[in-house]
């Protein structure tokens, strides 16, 4: 498995659009500061696409999709998203039909409570009741688990057929054949008529935990904050490149590179 290169590195000059985790990447100490959304507000100005990708409720992307300069946003580790439709109409898209999201959702909430029963202390996240598609057990928000019982409450639902990955905060668990990297192809199709193609410099997704590895596999400019380095040993597919600095900071310093890069591009139409 390589190791991911330092982000002056990367070629970010061509970048159109970023993708970005929320929790651990945008964040910093699970609060979202004003620093890293004037970050997003630069990326905007600047004509950049800006989609937030992350586990969190439908709830909150919608609210997210509503107050911040994006484009969209993936939720529920790809269950649903929103995208702006014509006339800058918010548009609701789900990736399974209704009669599939309800006998899931009454098999999934089974399926963890009787997880959560084999785990002590284990609960569910206090925003999964905003949730539509999938459900967040807490072991380091407002819980402290740790590892070790993440790890277990993971093995325990896979066991159960339930689809289970750690965010930096939370177990997210569904039931269905969807994630963050089928929902991203999704949008693009949906929201550009694009794909992504095999070493796209158009495109660059920031994340940092086990949920963010399909991403890091799906872009060739994936890109790593730096608290990513607590996972490494232990994620399928490593980001391709790493800022020096955790969290909110780190998302910074990408979009400083990026504004950066694309203010010292060769002129429009003239690609290397």
């Given at each position: 498995m390589l190791a991911p290169r330092p982000l002056r590195d990367a070629d970010l000059s061509w970048v159109e659009g970023v993708f970005t985790d929320v929790d651990g990447t945008l964040t910093t100490s699970h609060r979202l500061h004003s620093t890293t959304v004037r970050a997003l507000e630069r990326l905007a100005a600047a004509g950049l696409k800006l989609v937030l990708v992350t586990g969190r409720p439908a709830g909150w992307g919608e609210a997210w999709a509503r107050t911040l300069p994006v484009d969209g946003v993936i939720v529920e580790n790809g269950g649903l998203l929103f995208l702006r439709g014509h006339g800058g109409k918010l548009r609701?898209?789900?990736?399974?039909?209704?009669?599939?999201?309800?006998?899931?959702?009454?098999r999934l909430e089974a399926e963890v409570a009787a997880v959560l029963r084999q785990v002590p202390g284990a609960r569910l996240s206090t925003d999964s009741a905003y949730t539509e598609v999938d459900l967040a057990v807490d072991y380091n928000?407002?819980?402290?688990?740790?590892?070790?019982?993440?790890?277990?409450?993971?093995?325990?639902?896979?066991?159960?057929?339930?689809?289970?990955?750690?965010?930096?905060?939370?177990?997210?668990?569904?039931?269905?054949?969807?994630?963050?990297?089928?929902?991203?192809r999704r949008f693009l199709k949906l929201a550009w008529g694009l794909r992504l193609e095999p070493g796209d410099k158009r495109f660059v997704y920031a994340g940092d935990s086990f949920n963010d590895a399909p991403m890091f596999g799906e872009f060739a400019l994936s890109v790593g904050v730096a608290n990513v380095r607590r996972v490494l040993d232990r994620i399928d597919t490593p980001p391709a490149f790493i800022?020096?600095?955790?969290?909110?900071?780190?998302?910074?310093?990408?979009?400083?590179?990026?504004?950066?890069?694309?203010?010292?591009?060769?002129?429009?139409?003239?690609r290397p």
């Open positions: 609701k898209v789900y990736a399974e039909s209704p009669k599939v999201r309800v006998a899931n959702r009454r928000e407002e819980a402290r688990l740790g590892e070790e019982a993440a790890g277990r409450i993971e093995a325990l639902l896979s066991a159960r057929g339930v689809m289970a990955v750690r965010s930096s905060v939370h177990v997210n668990c569904w039931l269905g054949r969807f994630d963050k990297r089928s929902a991203v800022t020096r600095a955790e969290e909110g900071r780190g998302f910074e310093e990408l979009a400083r590179a990026i504004l950066a890069q694309r203010g010292r591009r060769a002129p429009r139409g003239v």
